[in-house]
């Protein structure tokens, strides 16, 4: 799987599950290749802009998009996502 096409499904997955819960603007933050997955981090567009801590979420995983085609899904916050895979 290419990059646009998992940013694609990461944007889709955050469409259907992260954004629907939240009332400022999600955006995608960055990006990482894992062997066997693309990451994306998000966060609020206000926070990305200001700095505000008051408008960063908490706790918020990133999306990992498997690249055997697999569904996408949050992972935890509180270890690499990469220690999280070799455990998975």
């Known amino acids: ?3 646009q096409d998992a940013y694609e499904a990461a944007q889709v997955f955050l469409d ?3 954004r629907l ?3 400022q603007e999600v955006v995608v933050m960055g ?3 894992l062997p066997g997955a693309w990451v994306f ?3 609020t567009r206000r926070w990305a802009e200001t700095g505000d801590v008051m408008a960063s979420l908490v706790g ?3 999306v990992v998009v498997p690249l055997d085609g697999g569904p996408p899904y949050l992972a935890g916050s509180a270890t690499p996502v990469a220690d999280q895979r070799r455990e998975g």
């Open 41 to 43: 981090g998000y966060n």
């Open 16 to 18: 259907a599950t992260v």
């Open 60 to 62: 918020n995983g990133p």
């Open 21 to 23: 819960r939240h009332a």
């Open 1 to 3: 799987m290419i990059f």
């Open 31 to 33: 990006c990482e290749r």
